[in-house]
């Protein structure tokens, strides 16, 4: 079904995981899309494989972020789909916290995805529908889990006083927040094969449905948020994590 036909789309970090499934469905849905992320081979692969536009920018930087912009003006002209997705998993407990993975988490989670918004404002369509990628774990309050936590929670204020300045306009702020998603961001943090299998036993223990849930279910989410069906919603988050936030 191609809803979102005419629709031009960014996704930031949609070289994998839950960027690339939401890029394929809205590609599919009749949108097109440009990606980003932060190496250059993966993102020249996944933009082929998609047939989306791929531009490689760190997410993290402002100066970055702007230049980005620039590139997806003289691509598109201006946008109707904006999904802030690019992130970094990282953190440990407070009283041992080192300065650089706080810079390392909120860099990109927090202040890129802030200045994404900031900067795509311009070049946003009014009726244009922004998508921040959340967390369900902003709802949970884990020992050790600090930093990355609060970068999600800062997003979900962020969407809604978005939502409020934005409303003028028609656009519409909204935020989606994955539990355990089967992605490539718990490779990235370097365990060994018996504790990432820990990690995954100890996760489904935790989730009603006992599942780890796909990209393509979180991607689907997004979507609706970007399409008529969603277009009386904003300032609004939908937790999809099987129950584990209960
Ligand atoms: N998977 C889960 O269980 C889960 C649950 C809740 C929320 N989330 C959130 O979902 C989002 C997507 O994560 P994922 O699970 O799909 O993980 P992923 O497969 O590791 O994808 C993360 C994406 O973000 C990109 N990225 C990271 N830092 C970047 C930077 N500085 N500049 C540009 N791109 C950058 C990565 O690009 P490179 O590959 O080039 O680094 C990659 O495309 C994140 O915001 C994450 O916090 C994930």
Redesign the pocket.
């Known amino acids: 079904m191609e809803s979102l036909k005419g629709k031009k789309a960014l996704v930031?970090?949609?070289?994998?995981?839950?960027?690339?499934a939401a890029a394929k469905e809205l590609i599919a849905q009749g949108a097109e899309v440009i990606i980003?992320?932060?190496?250059a081979d993966?993102?020249k692969q996944a933009a082929a494989e998609l047939g989306a536009t791929g531009l490689v920018?760190?997410?993290?930087k402002v100066s970055a972020i702007e230049e980005l912009a620039g590139q997806v003006t003289k691509k598109f002209g201006k946008i109707d789909i904006l999904f802030i997705?690019?992130?970094?998993?990282g953190g440990a407990a407070i009283e041992s916290a080192r300065e650089e993975d706080f810079d390392y988490v909120m860099n990109?989670?927090f202040k890129?995805a802030y200045f994404t918004l900031s900067r795509f404002i311009p070049i946003l369509n009014d009726g244009a529908s922004v998508v921040f990628?959340?967390?369900?774990?902003a709802h949970i309050n884990s020992a050790n889990s600090s930093m990355y936590t609060s970068s999600?929670a800062a997003i979900n204020s962020v969407m809604r006083i978005a939502a409020a300045e934005l409303a003028p306009r028609k656009i519409r702020v909204n935020a989606v927040?994955?539990?355990?998603?089967q992605?490539?961001?718990?490779n990235?943090l370097g365990l060994d094969e018996a504790a990432r299998k820990g990690l995954d036993d100890w996760m489904i223990s935790k989730i009603p449905l006992r599942k780890i849930g796909s990209?393509e279910d979180v991607a689907k989410l997004v979507a609706y948020f970007c399409g008529d069906s969603a277009s009386f919603i904003t300032g609004a988050e939908l937790v999809i994590d099987g129950g584990f936030s209960l």
């Open positions: 930031t970090g949609g070289n994998s995981g839950i960027g690339y980003t992320g932060r190496r993966a993102v920018a760190d997410q993290g997705n690019a992130g970094v998993l990109v989670n890129g990628l959340s967390s369900n774990v999600k927040s994955p539990g355990p998603t992605t490539e961001i718990l990235k990209a």
